[in-house]
């Protein structure tokens, strides 16, 4: 901890706004924390029991996206689809990004759907691996305008999905379970951490190794890019999350320190001014990136952290946390100072 960036503590950057307790959130894995997505301010998505369910802070109502409880198949004929579909899914980690839902199991298992069209487009077996846990999952835009998505596995594999042609079109393989990958905004690097204290980045097209990154002590369970595609994040069981320069990766720039935990999500604004950390229980960070991540806000709350997910507009944070005697999903909404007024006035 003798390492980490001094932190000036106290900021205000998001104020509470709002807790209901309507919508559950469910931790199904004590490791894996990305089950929550907001999609816009006024639409959040959030595991809850055996559902994928839809809130909206707009209207204070929820609604089923999915139902695992029983047997989800898919309704789109194609080659690629696993039409048996599965039963009783536990799912291990989730992402929605515009317009596309994709749920990962324990087994392997992947649940795509499409939010504007009915039912279930594609059901797929990543891996028979006894050990094929999805780990994480990130959707984005190729430069065709094709979309697509990053599922990594516990059986060392991460693998890039087509969802034109519902088709894998990428295996890479690593020595260590893959717990995490971010991919950079330009689309040509992926940030990739696991079960092993160094992570490494590589090429998103051959998967070949560019750069190891050594400094952490234990595994890792979380990453993200800054959108200015520059400076990315690692998230550790050590405590820590450290802060890189793609340009220069010998050692970090700055490293996070929690307070109790591991770290365990990551997210950057939109517009790369605030990054957040969780961790697993108790505490986010809100780091005001444009001072040198040496300003921060801190939540502290009591319960388990099931996931964190800024809004796209950047007006919004959500937080879907998780205790014995209650689960909640919290609102925080972005504080202004509108300095020029005062000087005006």
């Known amino acids: 901890m003798q390492l980490c960036t001094p932190v000036e503590k106290g900021q205000l950057y998001y104020e509470f706004a709002h807790n209901t307790r309507s919508v559950r959130p469910t931790i199904f894995h004590f490791q894996l924390r990305n089950l929550v997505w907001a999609t816009t301010r006024h639409d959040v998505y959030l595991m809850s029991h055996m559902s994928v369910l839809h809130w909206s802070p707009l209207t204070s109502e929820k609604h089923e996206v999915i139902d ?3 047997h989800v198949a898919p309704c789109v004929k194609h080659e690629g689809n696993f039409y048996e579909g599965f039963y009783r899914t536990h799912v291990s980690t989730l992402a929605v990004k515009n317009n596309l839902l994709v749920a990962g199991g324990f087994q392997g298992e992947l649940i795509c759907k499409f939010l504007d069209r009915e039912g279930i487009s594609y059901c797929s077996k990543s891996t028979h691996d006894d050990n094929g846990i999805t780990n994480c999952l990130e959707i984005f835009e190729k430069p065709s305008g094709s979309v697509h998505f990053l599922a990594s596995n516990n059986d060392c594999g991460l693998r890039d999905f087509d969802m034109e042609k519902f088709q894998m079109c990428n295996h890479f393989h690593f020595d260590w379970a893959v717990n995490h990958t971010s991919l950079s ?12 204290p160094d992570g490494v980045l590589v090429d998103a097209s051959s998967g070949k190794v560019i750069h190891e990154l050594s400094g952490h002590l234990d595994y890792s369970f979380a990453s993200a890019w800054n959108p200015d595609g520059r400076t990315f994040a690692t998230g550790n069981q050590d405590k820590t ?5 793609a340009r220069n990766l010998s050692k970090s720039v ?20 605030f990054l957040a950390m969780a961790e697993a229980a108790d505490f986010i960070h809100i780091f005001d990136v444009g001072s040198g991540y040496d300003r921060k806000q801190e939540l502290d709350f009591f319960g388990e952290v099931a996931g964190i997910s800024f809004s796209p507009d950047t007006e919004a944070l959500f937080v879907s946390v998780h205790d014995r005697n209650y689960s909640s999903l919290l609102q925080y909404s972005r504080r202004r100072f509108y300095g020029y007024l005062d000087s005006a006035l």
Not at 185 to 196: S, W
Not at 261 to 268: C, F, K, L
Request: charged share 20%; glycine share 18%.
């Open 241 to 245: 999350c450290r802060i890189w320069d």
């Open 68 to 70: 695992l409880q029983g």
């Open 254 to 273: 700055a490293v996070l320190g929690g307070n109790m935990g591991a770290i365990r999500s990551i997210r950057y604004t939109s517009d790369g001014k």
């Open 185 to 196: 905004p330009d689309g040509k690097i992926i940030a990739v951490v696991g079960d092993n």
